[in-house]
């Protein structure tokens, strides 16, 4: 199925914003990433500006509508700031289309070309959760900055680089009793198969809980972890997500460090803003982990408020931000692998609790 359906990577992940100078300029600054290409009116563009950033093998596209009529704008309004396309690298973008329409997939935008003096630029587009799409780039024609329309920016260094080298995982967060469907989506259409499985046991507290279903591509290349909302004595994070997004859509992006300390420390000098833990998930990491196998200081982790996973394969180390905008939907992490494939099932329950306190502070708990 896997051949039918080849996967290079993620492309690119586009965001719908209300303001994108301002949005490239905050992952330019905070997150480290070099801003390298821009289309707007100044270039013939009359609806719309996009900013393109790059982090090493991480691409994000800032997209903002310029009136009230724009169905950009529009989705803003509606979502806030968020992701509207988590878009695929692939071989072939009509084939790609092909197989997936064929598999059940509803098209959002047949084959389309774009041709510029840099080449021709292939893609294709499919729905997926809510209001996100995939699209199908084919770029293996194209050896300009993006796609045509886009003009490259001079190069704006970072303000501190923060190390981030790729993007781990796409999480998106569903309605109640839809993770399923929506596996089966990936498996049906993209031809994924299922990684892990967390029962609603596995992920919860007192509070809130989720159920996750993770789907991959065989490779690692991509996965695309799926949470719906469980059943709670109050509010859970996924509802308050969904809420606030008013639709499923993308909850978190994880991004990928081989040094998690350094990236760390230079993004919360940046100015981006991390989930607290609590100090006795470190009194209990002593004991619960076998730390012969793990190369990290303790110290160092918990100054920085990184947790610590492992299981049979190794270890891993993440973080995760605090919402990166005004609703409480998206945020990010960082996260560095030893081995381990996993996701940190370990660390829900400390993740949980920390997120329950911001929560309640915003009186959604
Ligand atoms: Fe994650």
């Known amino acids: 199925m ?13 965001f719908y914003v209300g303001n994108a100078r301002q949005a490239a300029h905050y992952y330019r600054t905070a997150f480290g990433f070099d801003v390298v290409g821009y289309a707007g009116p100044e270039h013939g563009v009359r609806d719309r500006t996009s900013y393109v950033l790059e982090q090493e093998g991480i691409r994000f596209v800032m997209t903002a509508g310029l009136g009230p009529e724009s169905e950009i704008v529009q989705h803003q309004a509606l979502h806030g ?38 080449g021709k630029l292939v893609r294709s587009a499919i729905k997926a959760y809510g209001e996100t799409i995939h699209t199908f780039v084919d770029r293996s024609n194209y050896t300009g900055v993006y796609a045509p329309g886009y003009r490259p920016t001079n190069h704006q260094q970072p303000a501190v680089p923060a190390g981030l080298k790729y993007v781990d995982h796409v999480v998106c967060n569903v309605n109640l009793g839809e993770m399923d469907k929506w596996a089966a989506y990936y498996a049906n259409i993209m031809g994924f198969t299922q990684l892990h499985h967390f029962d609603d046991e596995a992920i919860s507290t007192e509070y809130t809980a989720l159920m996750s279903k993770v789907l991959w591509d065989g490779t690692g290349r991509i996965k695309l972890p799926i949470n719906e909302p469980a059943q709670g004595k109050k509010k859970s994070q996924i509802e308050e997500y969904l809420d606030f997004y008013r639709a499923p859509g993308v909850q978190h992006m994880a991004l990928a460090t081989d040094n998690i300390i350094e990236t760390v420390r230079a993004m919360r000098a940046n100015g981006v803003r991390f989930l607290t833990t609590p100090e006795t998930y470190y009194s209990d990491l002593k004991t619960r982990l076998d730390w012969s196998t793990i190369d990290a200081d303790l110290t160092q982790l918990a100054e920085l ?37 996993g996701f940190g099932v370990g660390n829900f329950q400390a993740l949980f609790e920390a997120i329950e306190r911001d929560q309640a502070e915003r009186g959604n708990l």
């Open 2 to 14: 896997t051949d039918l359906m080849p996967i290079l990577g993620y492309d690119a992940l586009e």
């Open 81 to 118: 700031d968020g992701v509207k396309d988590v878009a695929f690298a692939v071989p072939d973008a009509e084939e790609a289309f092909r197989v997936a329409v064929e598999r059940g997939a509803e098209p959002f935008r047949e084959p389309y070309i774009d041709e510029d003096e840099d």
């Open 305 to 341: 408020g990184i947790l610590v996973d492992q299981d049979d394969e190794g270890y891993l180390l993440q973080i995760f931000t605090k919402s990166v905008q005004d609703r409480p939907t998206v945020f990010y992490e960082v996260i560095e692998r030893h081995g381990s494939q």
